[in-house]
Structure formats: C-alpha cells, structure tokens
C-alpha cells in the first residue's frame, strides 16, 4: 500500500534521493535458503551503472552495494548451501551516493523545469529536494536492479532478458534479431545492423543539446503455467503497473499489445497443439498471458520512454513564487534514458514474477495442473469436525 | 493484495461469475454523507449494458444492480443531504443474472478455447467455471462499473468522459474531435465522420463470424495537482494496472504513450505560463501526470483492446486430456468487445482517481500547494514532548 | 487494508448493517479444489445461532447462508472431489436479514448510548444506522463465522475448539476441563460443575435488567511448526488483532498470558524432550507460539468480553444536540455476550491459521524442518544469468 | 502485508539483526513539512538504551541513529520552517551495531534454547542467524522507537506516556499514581513507593539467574473522537497487533480489559455530561475506544511481558540434530526485558495513531463531528454528471 513499495509477498520498498548520503531499498518475503552474496546484486548493478559510454550520464558512481541484513553464513551454511544464504528476514540493500557533485543550485530551486515532476512535487508536498532531481532521479532506479537480482535467484529456470528494440523514430528489424548481440553492444540492441543507426541518431541528438525517446523489450522464458490471478491481481496488470513506475514511462503493452486493436479474431488468438507437458502453441500474440495468468509461453513486455526533459534549449516555465522564466537545464544527462533503462525494465519484471510465484504457491502449494493427468490436490481429510 | 480487490483506500472487491446467481462487490472506504441510490449507479449500468445494438453481445441482461448496505435515510438524513447516504461503512453492491441462457456446454467443457482463459484457469487452479466463460466473462466488469458510479460520486469537480478512438484499423480525425457526439452514437465516437466507416467494417466482421480490435481513450478533467505519489503509487502506474486489468487489454499508454518514444525533447516537454491557480500548461504530451503526481492538467489514457477470441472459424487446440482438437465458438459474443470497454476504461478510471483523492488527503491534508502562496500545512505545535 | 477486510492471503471482507436486507462477505484466496456446500458453513452458523436459549436475544434469524459464487459442480467435480468444489475465485457468501423487528427508534436516533460505539460512529461519520445497532450490531459476527468455516475446510489436521472459562466472577475449574463436556450445556463450558453456577448467575442478571463480562479461551490443534512471521507478521499479533476486532472484546492473551508476568524464566519457558517430528514439550506456557512463529504445540487464547452496555438501568448520557439526556435500553439484548462469542473467537482463529497457512506455504514452499533431517529445500538451479 | 512491515498509511517496516552491521527501518507516508532532525529521534532511543542501569543488559551500545533520506534543508526551508523538514518521502533510519561482541556461539549454534524462537526459526526457514538472537533480538525494538519518534511529530496535540505498573507480583498502588515519578526512577514506575520493591525483587531475580515477568502501561491523550474505524480497521485492534508484536509480549488489554470481565454493565458503560466539544465522560473503562473508534477520552492499553527465557539455571532441551540436551543461557541478558519496553509500547502506540490520523484523514477530511453542530462535509457538487 505503501507509496513507496512494491509487490505483495515478495515486496520491495526502496528509499533514498540523488544527493543524499545512500539510497537502498529492504526486500521482504524472500524465501530462507537461497545462495546470495553482494557480488550476485552488483552483477546487475554494474549493468545498468551509467559513466559505461558517452550517451549515457557522465555521472560517476561505483555502485557498491552492501547486504545489510537477512543473510548469514557459518560453517553449516557453507557446507550445506555453499555459502551465505537468505534467512527468510528482510535484506536491507545499501549503495552510497558517492559522486553528488557538489554544484550550485540555486537556478532550479525555486524553478519548475517543464516535463520534469517540480512543479508536480511542489504542489503536492510544498517542499522537495531539487538536488540532482531527488527523489524522481533515475539514480533511484538502483535499487530497483538490486531487488530485480534478488528475485532472480529465486525463480527456478525463469531467464528474463531485455532488449532495446527502438531509438526514437528507428526500429530494429525483428527478422534479424540475436539475443546474443544484446550483451555486444552499448545499446542492448538485438539487431547489429541497428547500432550504427542509432549511434549516428544519437549523436545529431547529442550535439543538438535534445533528447530521444525510445522502446524496450522484456522477454521472461521459463515462467510455468498458473502464475498470476485473474480480474485485479493479474500478471499482466501487475506486469503494467511495475513497468509503468519506471521514470520516463509512458506506455506499457503485452504480447501483440496495440497492435491487436488492428488484428481479426483469427490472427489474434494463439492456436494450440498437443505437448509433452500441456499445449505447444502456435504463435504468442498473448505474449504469455491469459485473463491474467501465465500460459507457459515466453512472457513478453514493452515499455515506451519519453525522451528526457533535461535539454540545452531553452523552455518557458514558471516557479514558486508563479513568476514567468526561461529555463534551461544544465549538468549531467543522458540524451536517451531508453538506453539505460532495459536493466531497470529486466529487474521490475523480474520483481513482478517473484512475486507471481509465491503467491501462486500459497493458494494452489505451486505446481501446475497438466492436461492428460490427475493432479488436483487431495484435501479430502482437511475438513474439520464439529467440536 | 487479494486477487479481487482493487484499490487501497476506495477498496473495490468484485466476486460473482456469469453463470452463478448474481455477481457484485463490496466497496469498502467510501466517505460518509454522499448522497447515494441506487439510480446513480444504475445510469452508468445502463451504458454498459449489452443488448443495446447489433454489434454488442445479444445477452439480455436488466442489469439492476440493489445497495444492500452502507446507505442509510432516515427523516434526519432527508433534511440534511436530501435523502439516502452513505454511512461510511462498505457497500454490498448485487446485480442479479437473469439470462444465463441454459444451454449444453459439453462441447467447451473440457476444451481449451484458444485466446481465453480456460488453459491458463486449467493449469492454475484443476477446476474452473466455464460455463459463459465464469470468473472470466466479460460480465464481471459490471461490477466494475457500479463501484466507478461510486467512486464518480466523491470527486467534486472531477468530470471523466470516455471514447472510442480506433476499431481495427479505422482511426478518427482527432481534428474532428467533439465530445458531444459520444453520446449520439452506438460506439461513444468523438469523430461523427468514422461512425458509418466503423458500422462498415463491424458488419463485414459480423458476417465473417471474425471480430476485431479497438482503442479506447479516457480524459479525467477537473483533477488538481497533487493526487498520486512517487516511485510505486504513481497515478499513471495505478492508472496502467487499472486499466491493463480489464478484460481483453492488451496495452496502456498515458499522454503521448508510444509515440513519445519518437518525440524530441523539445516537442515532448510541456511548457508552462503562469495561471491563477498554478501553471497554465501549453501542452499535454504528460498526460496530466508527471513524476507520477497529477499536474492539474486533464489525465488522459488510452487502452488497446485485442479481437475477442470467440469466432466462428474452426481453431486447433487441445483439452483436458492433452487430445488434439479443433474448436469453434458457438453462442452470442461481440464482434468488438472494445466498444462496450468504454464505460469500463471510465469506471476504473473514476476508482483510481478516488483512491488517490484519499491517498493524497490522508498523507497532506488534500490542499495543493500553489506557486507564489504559502500555503505549508502548520504542524508547529506538533512535536511531542517527553514523558 | 480496507477497514472491512481480515487478512492477507485467505481475504475476508465483510458488510451489513443489522437491519439492512443482508449481511455477507468475500473470501477471497480460498484454494481450489476444496469441496464446500452451504451446510459445510450452515452448521456453524447454527452454533452461533441466537434464539437457542433464555440467556441470549431472542432474536429469530435462521441465518440460512447462500453461497453466490466461487464453487462449481458438474459430473466430473461429482467424480472427481464428490460433489461441489471451491474454483479459487472468490466467495460470495450472503445471509438475509428476516427478523428486523420494526420497532420505533425515536428514543435512541439522536442519543448515545453509555458504552456503545453511538458517540463514536456519530463524531467520525456524521451520520449513522442506529437501527438495531447498524454495522456495530453483533449480527456481523454471523460474517466472520461463515468465513472461519471456510477457513476450516483448507487446514487439513486442524481443529479448533472454543470453550467459556468464565461469566462475571465465576471461573471453571481446570482439573474438570472436558472438551466434550462443551457440546453439552448452552454456555461451552467444559467444567460440568460450573453450569448450574453460571445458569444462577444469569438468571440474577437478567431479572436485574443488567448484564455480566466473561472470557472464552480457543485452543487449536494439528498446527504444525512453521506458522506465522517474524516481527509484524507474528502469528500472536495477528491473533491478538483479530481476536480484539470481535465486538466487546477488551483483552486478549496468549499462553500463560497476564499471568506470564508473575512467573519466573524457569516456570515459564517450555523444557523440550526429543519427539518423532521434533521436539515435545514439557508445558505450554507459549500457548503454542514463539517469536510469533507457531512450534507445533496448541495454539492457545483468550478473549475477554465486556458486559454488553444494553440494560434496563437509566444512564446518563447526551445527544446529538449536546443535550443531557436519561437513558435506558429497550428491546432483544443478551445480559452475556460473551457466550454467543465462543463460536466467533474460534471462527477467527481459524480464519487466522489459514491465512497464516497460505502465507507460510508461499514463502517456504510449506514444509517444515525437522530436527536430525537434512529438508532444506533446492534451489540450486535457481540462480539466473546474465542477459 | 509483508513480514516486516507495520501500519498503512504511516508504514514502518524494520530490518536488522542482533550481530550484522547495521539495524534500521523506513518510514514511509510520512506527512510533507514536518521539522524533524536526527536529534527528535535520538532523544527517545536514549531512554529505550540498554545499559543505563544493573537491572538491564549491559551491552553498551550508543544507538547513533542517522536519517539517510526523506527530509530536506536549505535556506527556503530554513526559513519557513526552521530548519529540515520531512519532504513526504521515505525516511530510511539507521543505527549502527556497534557492540557486537565477538564470542564463540558454538554452544547454541545447533541448541534451541527453550522459551526462545530458536526451534520456530528453524522449523519455518531451516536457516537462521543466532548470534545474539539474530532477528529475534531485542534490538530490533529501537527500530520501533525510531519510527514511533517520527509518528508522535505528526500529530498535533497527541501525548503519550508510559509506565511499568507490575513486576512479578508486585503491582504500583493507582491510589498514589503520578506521571511525573516515572522519569525520575529507572523503572519508569508511577508509583514512588514500589521503587524500593522492585530493587528488593530484582536483586534477588538476578542473583538467583532467573528472570522475571511485568505489565507496562501505555496512555495517550489528546487523540480527537473518531480515529479508527469499524470491524477489522479497529483502533483497538490495531493496537492488540502492534503491542502483541513486541518482543515478548503476551497479552494486551485496553480500558478494563480482562477485569472488565468481572464488571456489570452498569459498571462498565461510561457515562457522559455535555461538554463544550462533546461528551465529558465520568469514567474511562472503555479505554477510549468504543467500536474501535477513539471517543476523545485517553486511550489506555496494558501489556504483559513474559520474563525471558535466558537464565542461568540448566534447562532440557533438543538441538538440530534431534538429541536431547541440557541448556544454561551465558552472556548479557536484562533480568526483566518489560523494564525496558516501556519506550518500545510508547512508540507502537505513537505509530497505531499515527496511521489512524492518517487513515481517519482519508476517508473523512479529519474532522470530528460535534454535537450540537452542522458539521457533515458538503459534498453537493461532487456527483458527476452523464457523459
């Protein structure tokens, strides 16, 4: 319920602003017994770290992140886990803000920068912390990437990639997509021929003092039938709220998505042949997903970015005291925060089937029923007697 | 955090399934002395009640929804508010079924349609409902659209109007946009001129026994800045779940949505001059919603819905048994379930924005701050003491 | 969250006033498969039932629950679970309202009664259903009733048993204690000896036009070790919670309870002896739980009621106006609420386990460990890798 | 929902363990605006600091607590509010482990300590961390105190006091009760007289190595009718689970609790006179809280601590690998822990009205109805129209 957590039984709250001392976040609900050292959150973490190319930030932060609470390790442990485990005790997750450049703010702090949430921030709460974007920072997002590592480990077999699939108006060409070359180049693109594209549309941004928006792809393979719920707690409703809480997102869609305003029933509806362990299906237009739950296919997600309203040129605004100025953004930014998105993308979904899956277990005990078998649950001896 | 409920504060909880007795909800945190009968609610069932043309599902429903707590009139109450209001306790909202046509579902009842649900509630649960499509028919949203009447009702001043933007392939001339005319037309069209072009293509899908897409776009006006919160209550994160949870939807966008993804940052970033209350704003690319808070600015979404799944084409599938099929869908559907989403796409949005009207109250007093005013709650006298 | 609804996994929302046309709830969370008639809840309803002696009001309500969604039968759920099973979505159970006596409220529809919540709903709320008491009206408990014996029917080898230990100043003796004594007198008491002492009381009670407090204890049987959270979620506190919302509740205590405070660390913690499962326990002083986590003991409490505030003794009071006024309560009253209670502390106590059932299954997978066995469970495979 | 989570609207939720690097919490929904530095906080884990005395443990810790994010200063906020506010952010609050002594656990490494969590721990995650009691430390309650620090500042008017009223047998004489003794004597007694007889008691306790049990007694004035809510949103409820939560605890009673129990209805309903806001009430055996909704008389809760199982006599016991042993507790433990939760049932208090303040603010605007007085909220022109 909290503004300021997500997720039901695997729920992370997460805290902090751009130019204080840290940001974190505490992830409760994580199931006892589960392999975790720092170093399998800062995987993650250096992953979506900004400063890794010149249309990314330029901000410099290490990003080290501490495991405060929640895991232990003595002999037994190691010989029986491997290491340090997760007790089932929340984990509290620490990054220091290391590089808060110490400038001068005192153009913005009392501005509202159009498209940015200042003027949104003032109204509701009448003080905000302008520094560095505060609370609204993307350095937020962070912690996000830490929790999404968190729920990974926990999710047998599940893999959840992301891809950046287009860069204001250039798309990548799907026939040529390799998720292989999403690891090769800075822009997480499935499609090499797209890199050069984007690099020459990003630059022309970057020397115009704009911004660009952009598209990103999340896929999760390995994700069981049953997880999920129909009517309001559906996986796809909270596939769209976590993606949407992302800063810059504008739009969320699943499977077809929009485009299957513009399908025929016979297009649209996935066909269904006989497999080992349930239906093989023909096509994923559902993208995984049907009145809420997972089908066993891949699940599939896209997210829309705004483009940054952090830009050279100047805009007309108004401030506290409801003056009319001209604003122009200075400092660290990026042209395209689409880019550095993907792991934040990857990391929410991530959180979303973390929580998918233990709320499938406490209500069905987890397993999936398949076509052909008898596997209902036998609580024949669970009623209780009078008295 | 149960499956179905919705909402934190203005807590809406739906239950019931096509075939059953009766479905409803229980609407639990409404504010006391709101002037509430059952007429308020009931014009907004009648919009979305199906059996009003040829293009929407032939079922015959009243749809008479009864109050049956949380309303209270007494000669006193009369005097005061002008007749019945809510107590502030929940209300029990029931809409009978009156037309679950009796019919032999032999021939779905162990079968896999594909496009719906019946694999997905297979898989998860061992056992499901299918008779009318149970749990997962269409005619939950009723439900949904009864606790939006009163969700509607404690808003002052906030008006929410929906529209029908897109079937299949057919757009309308936002040039043409007049919002009066939704209401003069079986499919709520702002664009008188796409009327008969939409007529055209429903009944060429009608006779093909096929269906077909839509859009479906919803502005909340009258909404001040301030409701919603940051990082995971964000208005537009609660507004995507919301809206992503209706039947059939397949993706969410909020202002420019997707196609923000193509914009500058100089055409997407609204600029402002300075108005009476607050900013006037230029634009709309936001959406009504930055940073997650509303900026007084008009909330716009829009929702894609995906062709019904129920056609007349012999589709492959499998059933219970892990058997090869193929499968028709007999019985009455609509070509373009979209059409009859536009009351629901309103309704959820109307819970969303109340739920964040008590959010906001409850964490600031509800008063938004306004630039060049003073206006910071005073909580001087506030700090404890010790002993 | 809502004010209205128990729980978090196994969801129950309840709503009615006592003299509206119904009263019911939703459970939401229930898993599926669990066979579930209406006499499966009827028979508890019936327990709670008044009209079942001289010493509880004589109101005559049949209390005849329907069931209006969320379970399904056909030939192969008769062949499968024997008979009509529970689908996993949510209950609809409803219980009209036939016996609301229309009396004239004149006398009481602006006053506040001593010891009632009038005052109290009226300064919150503004306006209020005095009619029978409205919404503070122990006729909700009939909810919570139905609810705990759907809770009942999903914790195989559990059994919760109520009994009353004390009216006014009179307490059993615990060396007679017989659980099967409880079946046979009108009070639950399990002390034989005791009833002929409280049927005295009473009757001086009653002809005083006055009322007496007393105390339930519930003990619950079969919970295995494992139940219940660390530091908020503790499966005490969530008792205590419950337990306290029953209506005349002032006091709840745990094992060896207020009692706990006068005993040593040697009488009052619980020696262990090596046992098949794990340990067995030399006492239970805990009262079967701790660090909020169930040990595999009974799980025991006790409820104390108030004396319930309608008598026929004139009180001092004022009203809506801020006038002084003489008060004295007429109509159908119990003069011990407190005997009426036992079956709601043990339907809540029920609805508590199997909430705290689900949520342990969800996070551990809910098996418990048990001492000399290597049962960690495997995630091994877990781990995710990068891109 | 989560575990570790508390309250609604003004959610706390701890992490931590007894020997990791850090204990600490967050505090979300927190009200924008409100002064608060690190030394509000600091001054109320200074009382609830161990070592200040023989009678508690005397692990030395300086409990520094540090605010990383979600409060603001600058000249602007200087100016108007006098220095750093809250910014309605989280709060996240850390203090340090400083005095986690390195000893060799090796003796209850596989031991389940009777009367302590150790077995529950293991039987529910397999896993857990016993040094110094891990998460079910003690330690954990200054987290409490922090977050009970910040919710005594947001509410106007509201004070709250605690005071320890039974040790063992030995009960304070309400006939000489003064609030001003309880700071000046290291029991927090009200009662001057049974300082003396609980130094004999104590004395005798330790020497012994035993431990013993008490009741603390919280009040708070100031809370205006109407906080709270009816049914299962209860003020007393609510503050049965907070209090019942703590380390400990095992009973909790409001008002007359258990005795009321005892007491006839003419003895238990609180009568009123007409004040100038309301009812003046000649007694206060609600406690109140009539229907779970404050009345405006202080509210009064007890609680009873059980006396902790770390003692020095030898005990029988099993370990993990199912063997059967003997246990004596070694190292620092407080003869009776109730001493000190006397800030810890102070600060749950302050957090349960906080979150009612915050709740009652949300549904009904705040303010209590009086008697004699138009007061409903007008809502007349809220009720949006067709279309």
Tied chains: 1, 2, 3, 4.
């Excluded at 974190?24 to 050292?37: A, E, K, T």
């Excluded at 937020?140 to 990639?161: D, F, L, N, W, Y």
């Excluded at 984007?198 to 952009?214: I, N, P, Y």
């Excluded at 990857?346 to 209500?363: G, N, S």
Aim: charged share 25%; glycine share 12%; hydrophobic share 40%.
């Amino acid at each position: 319920m909290s503004h300021n957590s997500f997720g039901h039984l695997f729920r992370v709250t997460t805290w902090g602003e751009s130019h204080g001392p840290a940001i974190g976040c505490v992830v409760d609900g994580c199931p006892p017994g589960i392999r975790l050292d720092a170093a399998d959150i800062q995987v993650w973490l250096d992953k979506r770290r900004p400063g890794a190319g010149k249309f990314v930030t330029q901000r410099q932060e290490p990003d080290a992140v501490r495991i405060l609470s929640g895991v232990f390790e003595d002999d037994a442990a190691r010989e029986r886990f491997g290491g340090q485990v997760t007790t089932g005790t929340p984990l509290s997750l620490l990054i220091e803000n290391v590089d808060q450049r110490s400038r001068d703010y005192s153009d913005i702090a009392r501005a509202f920068r159009p498209g940015h949430a200042d003027y949104a921030y003032f109204a509701k709460y009448g003080v905000r912390d302008y520094r560095g974007g505060g609370r609204q920072s993307a350095r937020e997002t962070a912690s996000r990437v830490a929790a999404g590592a968190v729920a990974r480990k926990i999710m047998p077999g599940v893999t959840i990639r992301g891809a950046l699939v287009q860069i204001g108006p250039h798309r990548v060409d799907r026939a040529r997509w390799d998720w292989a070359e999403t690891l090769k180049n800075p822009f997480w693109s499935p499609d090499p021929e797209m890199v050069p594209v984007w690099e020459a549309h990003l630059e022309q941004v970057r020397k115009a003092g704009s911004s660009t928006g952009a598209v990103v792809e999340v896929e999760a393979t390995g994700v069981p039938p049953g997880w999920g719920a129909p009517v309001y707690g559906k996986l796809d409703a909270e596939l769209a709220s976590a993606l949407m809480s992302i800063n810059a997102a504008k739009g969320v869609e699943i499977g077809a998505g929009f485009a299957a305003a513009e399908l025929s029933g016979e297009e649209n509806a996935d066909e269904m042949r006989a497999g080992n362990d349930g239906p093989l299906f023909l096509s994923n237009k559902a993208g995984g997903v049907l009145g809420g739950i997972s089908t066993g296919q891949a699940v599939v997600a896209r997210v829309a970015f705004k483009p940054t309203s952090s830009i050279l040129t100047p805009r007309r605004s108004i401030d506290e005291d409801g003056r009319e100025i001209e604003l122009r953004t200075k400092g660290r930014h990026d042209p395209c925060v689409g880019i550095r998105a993907v792991p934040v993308v990857e990391a929410m979904t991530a959180c979303v089937l973390a929580d998918a899956f233990l709320r499938h277990r406490a209500q069905t005990g987890g397993a999936a029923h398949r076509p052909g078998l008898e596997s209902a649950p036998d609580f024949s001896d669970a009623s209780a007697t009078l008295g």
